[in-house]
């Protein structure tokens, strides 16, 4: 069904209901809707004679009609709505498109002011694995010893190329993953000692998210203390922190089958593999100041690298004991 | 002592409390963190005027929220104690 004016203009299209009605003007009247840069268009071909709503030629002979001034695909034919009672079939039927209409933008809107505050275009990126990479992956923070080649490869400006075609990159799925493993790894563990309830489930949960928020909070007016400024966002560095939980599940595993020794030889061997990872992984990632941006983007000026190295130390020691505290009182005694 | 978000809620909340009570005049000037003390148009900003910078938009900015916060805080726990 096409709702523009040019209704009059073209042929009449083949429908299996009725007459042809007269078209409402109301999409007409509502403005352009603004793309975000993370959103898809599906009719995004920008073509300026359909700008206005007036396409010269008809997108398509059928019964599903093009409509160029909405945002999204058409909608059904009106024989899928619910007739009325009272109602012709055509009015019932520019209600619901009105409201389809109303309903796309106000979310829109909603979608466009929530990803100001958390950037969830962004988010899929950091979900693209597969299960290589993850394999791949915790190899590395199990053992980042050998790895010699830590450069990450970007596709833009900014943007790195998938995780699932460079393992450097930050991802967001081993962190989830291993905050969900935690949380039930950490019910297992109080299980085999008898000191189990359910509403330890919520608080172990509660208590890791307090925590990472806390090192997210550190890390970023630390950075911003020393004026060291990067390319990291607040979602690549949530994944560098929520590696963490690797550690400290392996650690409460380790505990569980050795006793208190085990638990400690692999903390402390998780925290110094997880050191040199960060270290190795974030010593190009962060620059010192946007002078040494200007003159040579690959250079460090000698007090930036102090300024790195210490933030980079100060990361290494929040996360062990991060890892400690998340792991320690769950250790039987 | 249960480290979880209402915790830290209630950390930050006296933090902040904390941060904006510091007096311009009366105590910052004093010590040497004065506003007015720490200008230049360096290369690169020292630490210690960074910490003034935060400081001061702490202040700027969080006064009016952290009135609401606080009250909702007493609020909750006149009620929950």
Not at chain 1, 5 to 33: I, N, V, Y
Not at chain 1, 97 to 110: D, E, H, I, R
Not at chain 1, 181 to 208: H, K, N
Request: charged letters at 10%; proline letters at 7%.
């Amino acid at each position: 069904m096409n709702f523009n004016a040019s209704d009059a203009r073209q042929p009449p299209r083949k429908m299996k209901h009725g007459p042809q009605h007269q078209p409402t003007p109301l999409p007409q009247q509502m403005p352009q809707p603004y793309y975000g840069a993370g959103y898809g268009n599906p009719n995004a071909s920008f073509n300026p004679n359909n700008y206005m709503g007036y396409p010269q030629v008809p997108q398509d002979g059928g019964v599903y009609g093009a409509q160029p001034n909405l945002p999204y695909q058409p909608m059904p034919q009106p024989q899928g709505f619910p007739s009325m009672p009272g109602i012709p079939d055509q009015v019932t039927a520019a209600a619901f498109q009105y409201g389809f209409n109303a309903l796309g933008q106000s979310s829109q809107a909603v979608g466009r002011e929530f990803e100001k505050y958390v950037p969830v275009s962004r988010l899929k990126y950091y979900f693209a694995v597969d299960t290589g990479y993850v394999v791949k992956k915790l190899r590395l923070l199990t053992f980042p010893f050998w790895h010699s080649d830590w450069s990450i490869k970007y596709e833009s400006e900014s943007q790195p190329v998938q995780p699932r075609y460079e393992i450097n990159a930050p991802d967001l799925y081993i962190p989830l993953m291993a905050y969900v493993t935690y949380v039930v790894a950490a019910g297992l563990v109080l299980g085999t000692q008898d000191r189990f309830t359910p509403e330890m489930l919520g608080i172990q949960a509660s208590s890791s998210l307090a925590f990472i928020l806390f090192e997210l909070a550190v890390i970023f007016v630390a950075m911003y203390i020393t004026s060291i400024k990067s390319n990291l966002k607040l979602l690549d560095m949530l994944s560098y922190c929520g590696y963490q939980f690797i550690g400290a599940i392996s650690a409460l595993m380790a505990g569980l089958l050795f006793k208190s020794i085990g638990y400690y030889v692999v903390l402390t061997y998780f925290s110094f593999a997880l050191g040199f990872f960060l270290m190795r992984s974030l010593k190009w990632q962060l620059q010192s100041d946007s002078a040494a941006n200007q003159q040579d983007p690959y250079a460090a000026s000698t007090s930036g690298t102090k300024r790195r190295f210490n933030l980079l130390i100060l990361m290494m020691v929040l996360q062990t004991f991060t890892m400690w505290r998340l792991s320690a009182h769950l250790i039987a005694p | 002592m249960a480290f979880t978000l209402w915790t830290l809620f209630e950390a930050s909340l006296l933090c902040l409390n904390a941060i904006c009570v510091l007096h311009e005049e009366r105590f910052l000037a004093k010590v040497g963190w004065g506003v007015n003390q720490v200008h230049g148009f360096g290369e690169q900003p020292t630490v210690k005027s960074q910490v003034l910078n935060l400081i001061r938009s702490i202040r700027t900015v969080m006064r009016i929220p952290l009135i609401f916060l606080n009250i909702l805080t007493i609020i909750f726990k006149l009620i929950l104690g």
